[in-house]
Each structure stands twice: as structure tokens, then as C-alpha cells.
Nanobody, 122 residues
Framework: QVQLMESGGGLAQAGGSLRLSCAAS????????MGWDRQVPGKRRELVAV???????DYGDSVKGRFTISRDNAKNTVYLQMDSLKPEDTAVYYC????????????????WGQGTQVTVSS
């Protein structure tokens, strides 16, 4: 019913920047929350950043001050600008969404995308 398509991952050097994008498609009436998690093999998935329709946002402690999340509500797209990258930012980044309204009866959808690899070299 809803698909999340990530793009923009790849390889960067420490201190460099990358920008991730995630577009939600499907029968979408509104989106409350979109964001990003990341996961390193063998470790728990962690919050990177989340943006809500009320304008609020939260960031994981390890990325505060370096990453910026933004949204284009008209395009159902969320972006993650990653600056001052560190090798420890290397992970698979997953786009996440919560409380996507897909029907006027109040039915919502929540889930995540396939993930995009970000690798930061030292």
C-alpha cells in the first residue's frame, strides 16, 4: 500500500557530506512522521532523526549538530543532510514512516524502506 524508496547513499570521506532522500508513494492522505534509523551488523538499530508533521524533530545523540532532517510535504519526501561525517556513521540507513493515513476511515500504515548503505572512510 505504501512504499518508501531511499536514495543518496554511498561512499564519503571523513569530514565530508552526503544527502539521503526518501520518497513515500502509494495511497497517501497524510503523513505524521518520517525519519531515519541506521544499523550496523551485529548492533541494534538506532534512531538517527525523525520529523513530524507538527514541525518537531528529534535526533539521535550521536548525530546532533551534524545531521539535519527536512521534509517536502508536497512530495511526501524526507531528506537527511549528513555533514561532518565520521567513520562510525557507517551503517545501513533505513527510511521510516509512522502513521501514514491511507484511508479516510482512519487506517494508517507504518514501516520502513529497504535501506541504503553509507560508508565513511577515514
Amino acid at each position: 500500500q505504501v512504499q518508501l524508496m531511499e536514495s543518496g547513499g554511498g561512499l564519503a570521506q571523513a569530514g565530508g557530506s552526503l544527502r539521503l532522500s526518501c520518497a513515500a508513494s502509494g495511497n497517501i492522505l497524510s503523513i505524521f512522521e518520517m525519519g531515519w534509523d541506521r544499523q550496523v551488523p551485529g548492533k541494534r538499530r538506532e534512531l538517527v532523526a525523525v520529523s513530524r508533521s507538527d514541525g518537531s524533530a528529534d535526533y539521535g545523540d550521536s548525530v546532533k549538530g551534524r545531521f539535519t532532517i527536512s521534509r517536502d510535504n508536497a512530495k511526501n519526501t524526507v531528506y537527511l543532510q549528513m555533514d561532518s561525517l565520521k567513520p562510525e556513521d557507517t551503517a545501513v540507513y533505513y527510511c521510516t514512516a509512522d502513521r501514514i493515513l491511507i484511508d479516510s476511515d482512519g487506517t494508517t500504515w507504518a514501516g520502513w524502506g529497504q535501506g541504503t548503505q553509507v560508508t565513511v572512510s577515514s
